[in-house]
T-cell receptor, first 111, second 107 residues
Framework: SQTIHQWPATLVQPVGSPLSLECTVEGTSNPNLYWYRQAAGRGLQLLFYSVGIGQISSEVPQNLSASRPQDRQFILSSKKLLLSDSGFYLC??????????FGSGTRLTVV | DAKTTQPNSMESNEEEPVHLPCNHS???????IHWYRQLPSQGPEYVIHGLTSNVNNRMASLAIAEDRKSSTLILHRATLRDAAVYYC????????FGQGTILTVHP
């Protein structure tokens, strides 16, 4: 069966520090991968999506970047965190357009 | 992306049916209508999707208007575990989440 792993579950980072969040998927090949962010009390915002290794599309210009070094690995990074980067970060995968499966999320607090 | 309109919130009593409406008048011909729900502090969970015909699965039913400009998610017997934010998303490809409907279920 397919599973999605996302870690860490919570993270507290100082302003200006780097960030690396990792997401891995098991049990499927060539999935579409997504990073979403949900700020406190707000809706989910699509940040990046990828349809294949090395292929990244950015939805919103920001302080973040994404990479897909392997078929089932998706990484969200920042060189210098801002206070506004705080939020609930969710990774998701899909095959085609149906049935997105979301990870359990990382709650990031930038202090 | 098609614009959607959902009630900000709805309330129901346990074991009663719940009808969650969604208007998507600008839906394109290729857009599927997806419904997801999000429980507090969790990622969204797939509920159901459809294109033109009504759909049923173990979680819910989806009734799609003949002109596809609106749809209704039906929970046949609400439980306390159904309390969540419900998102209606017309899409062919990437999912863009709106504000959704906050469903409260009373015991």
């Amino acid at each position: 069966s397919q599973t999605i792993h996302q870690w860490p579950a919570t993270l507290v980072q100082p302003v200006g520090s780097p960030l690396s969040l990792e997401c891995t998927v098991e049990g499927t090949s060539n999935p579409n991968l997504y990073w979403y962010r949900q700020a406190a009390g707000r809706g989910l915002q699509l940040l990046f999506y990828s349809v294949g290794i090395g292929q990244i599309s950015s939805e919103v210009p920001q302080n973040l970047s994404a990479s897909r070094p392997q078929d089932r690995q998706f990484i969200l990074s920042s060189k210098k965190l801002l206070l506004s980067d705080s939020g609930f970060y969710l990774c998701a995968w899909s095959v085609g357009q149906y049935g997105y499966t979301f990870g359990s999320g990382t709650r990031l607090t930038v202090v | 992306d098609a614009k959607t309109t959902q009630p900000n919130s709805m309330e129901s009593n346990e074991e009663e049916p719940v009808h969650l409406p969604c208007n998507h008048s600008t839906i394109s011909g290729t857009d599927y209508i997806h419904w997801y729900r999000q429980l507090p502090s969790q990622g969204p969970e797939y509920v159901i999707h459809g294109l033109t015909s009504n759909v049923n699965n173990r979680m819910a039913s989806l009734a799609i208007a003949e002109d596809r400009k609106s749809s209704t998610l039906i929970l046949h017997r609400a439980t306390l575990r159904d309390a969540a934010v419900y998102y209606c998303i017309p899409s062919y490809g990437k999912l863009t989440f709106g504000q959704g409907t906050i469903l409260t279920v009373h015991p």
